[in-house]
């Protein structure tokens, strides 16, 4: 158990629909990473929080995309108007301790736009 | 040069063969490396962490090369539970975000 659970676990929609997928750390831990997967590569990076701040946001995050994280516990990642290229694995990832730079991943959400 | 290079594979290889891959990193300033396994339609999992020249963990062996700018990991007697997809991270960028390689294959077979 990583200590991190993401919901919904799959979504199909529809293109120009919007969705939005949460991120719930079982406990606190103040950073916290977004990552997208596609078939046959790694996880790419979107972004990162440190408490209920953005600290950083990749190119990859269009404007289509927002990232919050309110009261500095859940995330959520909210893809509008999707495209068939959003299509892919939307992971979540915490350090769950300061003096380690080891990050422990979500289940994940597998998001299939139609 | 992307910034991390992997060998996508699969290797193909039958239970009890020692198999070896090979990662390249481009960012000269990486100081710390992880090895993570990551199944079919799964999240990636640690497999090791390596701090200096490299780190051993019963069947697995990291070893860095930092003037040739690799790291490799090595398996042991291979196990059908090590099939999976491996993939390389040179910690680097601000807040520590990880930069994955696009992972190498591994096939164990009988």
């Known amino acids: 158990d990583t200590g991190v659970s993401q919901n919904p676990r799959h979504k199909i929609t529809k293109r120009g629909q919007n969705v939005t997928f949460r991120c719930d750390p079982i406990?606190?831990?103040?950073?916290l990473y977004w990552y997208r997967q596609t078939l046959g590569q790694g996880p790419e990076f979107l972004t990162y929080?440190?408490?209920?701040?953005?600290?950083?946001k990749s190119r990859l995050l269009s404007d289509r995309f927002s990232a919050e994280r309110p009261k500095g516990s859940f995330s959520t990642l909210e893809i509008q108007r999707t495209e068939q290229g959003d299509s892919a694995m939307y992971l979540c990832?915490?350090?769950?301790?300061?003096?380690?730079?080891?990050?422990?991943f979500g289940p994940g959400t597998r998001l299939t736009v139609l | 040069r992307k910034e991390v290079e992997q060998d996508p594979g699969p290797f193909n290889v039958p239970e009890g063969a020692t198999v070896a891959f090979n990662c390249t990193y481009s960012?000269?300033?990486?100081?710390?490396f992880f090895w993570y396994r990551q199944d079919c339609r799964k999240e990636p999992k640690l497999l090791m962490s390596?701090?200096?020249s490299g780190n051993e963990d019963g069947r697995f062996t990291a070893q860095l090369n930092r003037a040739s700018q690799y790291i490799s990991l090595l398996i042991r007697d291979s196990k059908l539970s090590d099939s999976a997809t491996y993939l390389c991270?040179?910690?680097?960028?601000?807040?520590?975000?990880?930069?994955f390689g696009a992972g190498t294959r591994l096939a164990v077979h009988p």
């Open positions: 990832a915490i350090r769950k301790d300061a003096g380690s730079d080891t990050q422990y």
């Open positions: 406990s606190e831990h103040n950073r």
């Open positions: 929080f440190q408490n209920e701040a953005q600290l950083e």
């Open positions: 960012n000269s300033a990486s100081q710390s």
């Open positions: 390596v701090y200096s």
């Open positions: 991270v040179p910690l680097t960028g601000g807040y520590n975000k990880l930069i």
